[in-house]
């Protein structure tokens, strides 16, 4: 989430907050640890992420405990990082529903087809020549590229999934970013897709979704990549150009798929993979060596039957 240049005396201020650092410390933006830029305030509330948090590409940083402030760098001091991070994010970008079916600040371009029942938000920009299906919602701030068809029941921009554990509820963390989707992808019906918490949940060009596919907060798509029925993506995870996922595969959070990858059905991908291989299983593993050990394991009764 980008903002104007603000002080780092005036961002502390808001939040009530003690901060360590010089008064004119500039902030230029707010992001979630795994997709922070230089200018940038994180937050972090717990001692096993403090040293993730301070040597990360942020510049400032929310904490609860005072620590000692890497050079270049800024601290906050508050009691509750994830509650003032929310304080923040909502000050630059509060929350201004929409009240019609078409907000008078969406840019739409030409040649676009809106069926009925279609929700469009705030800010919301979408190129040429798109085709957008009934009872399709896409949020604020969204920006939907060129010849793109989303069919009947899409969402493209719901809240992130990302969650403080209180005692007796669960806080949400406040989702301030968008959704990207460049030109000439298709979305199936149903496909939920979440905004960034502070940045860009991207799709590459020609990449096609199939139906019922969930995509996470801050996943990164890339170009020509294929996703079968009922894949769920955990959010920051990366994927790169022409990998193909076919039905049912779970990807883990903040996995690194690379470029030329193949995804056999109801795989679960805990981790990161290599480029160009084909997997399979649940931990996911290369495909070859996951059927033997099938095959291996079918022959484990005749084997018992043998010893016995």
Known sequence: MRIKPTSLKEIAELIQSKFIGSDNHIITGFNEIHRVENGDVVFVDHPKYYDVALNSDATTIIINKEVECPKGKALIIHDEPFTAFNTLTLHFQP???SSTN???SAKIG???????GVFIGNNVVIGNNCTIHPNVIIYDHCIIGNNVLIHAGAVVGSDAFYFKNRTDHFEPLNSCGNVVIHDHVVIGANCTIDRGVTQNTII???TVLDNLIHVGH???IGEMCLFAAQVGIAGCTTIGNNVKVWGQVGITSNANIPDNVTVFAQSGVTGNLEEGKTYFGSPAGEAKEKMKEIFALKQLPNLIKKLY
């Not at 030409?110 to 009925?116: E, H, K, Q, S, W």
């Open 102 to 104: 078409i907000s008078a």
């Open 204 to 206: 590459g060009k020609h």
């Open 218 to 220: 801050d996943v990164h």
């Open 110 to 116: 030409t040649n676009v087809t809106i069926m009925p």
């Open 95 to 97: 929350k201004n529903y």
